[in-house]
């Protein structure tokens, strides 16, 4: 089976840099998602990161260790609109997405 | 690009009753997913098409739950009789490709079902 952990709820000031975790317990990984959802939409494509390393795109940035089981997102000068659900997801082999329960973040002023 | 269509957006009905979900994927998509989301959770898979083959409806309820993907594009997600416990967000989602380890997933508004 697989275990997907990340926080449930996070708050952040507008502004900050906020760090979302998500750790992972599966065998045979092959890629992890990350996806934003807002509240009472659908969630929305965020990265996805197959190697070891840091992918950065423009606020957001994911990174990933295989060898650990971790992963985190990183958003960059919060803004209010980014308060949402941030989504950890993995795939195995070519099973489909397995979804972590997601983190609650929410930006303060 | 017109996104995956959902209809009706939300549902009420009583337990024992029928719901039918629809889904409209991004044209050209092969792969189309229907997920479950209960409040405070992630979605959870419910059943996998690729064209209009199932892969995976290992999660599926199937003693109440079934879907079609007739012809390979439009889907329906039926519940006969629905519990108190299927109240839930229900996402459809489509991919490009073969439903791969990076095949990237496009998710619809979903259907918001209430059980009374």
């Known amino acids: 089976g697989q275990n997907i952990d990340q926080p449930t709820e996070m708050t952040a000031t507008e502004g900050a840099i906020v760090q979302i975790n998500c750790t992972y317990q599966t065998s045979g990984f092959n890629g992890l998602f990350w996806y934003q959802q807002h509240a009472g939409e659908a969630p929305t494509f965020l990265s996805y990161?197959?190697?070891?390393g840091l992918e950065e795109k423009g606020r957001f940035s994911s990174f990933l260790s295989r060898s650990k089981g971790y992963s985190y997102l990183l958003l960059k000068e919060l803004q209010m609109k980014d308060s949402a659900s941030y989504l950890c997801a993995v795939t195995r082999g070519n099973t489909p997405l397995v979804f972590g329960k997601g983190t609650r973040l929410s930006v303060i002023a | 690009e017109a996104g995956v269509a959902q209809s009706p957006r939300y549902k009420i009905i009583e337990k024992r009753q029928s719901v039918a979900f629809w889904c409209n994927p991004i044209?050209?998509?092969?792969?189309l997913y229907w997920y479950q989301q209960i409040l405070g959770q992630g979605p959870k898979l419910l059943i996998q098409f690729q064209n209009n083959g199932v892969v995976d409806d290992s999660q599926l309820p199937k003693d109440r739950f079934s879907a079609e993907r007739l012809k390979g594009v439009d889907s329906t997600l039926k519940i006969q009789p629905a519990k108190l416990e299927d109240s839930a967000v229900y996402l459809c989602?489509?991919?490009?490709?073969?439903?791969?380890?990076?095949?990237?997933?496009?998710f619809g508004p979903g259907t918001r079902l209430t059980v009374l």
């Open positions: 990161n197959v190697l070891d």
């Open positions: 989602a489509s991919s490009p490709l073969a439903g791969g380890p990076i095949d990237t997933q496009y």
């Open positions: 044209s050209g998509h092969a792969t």
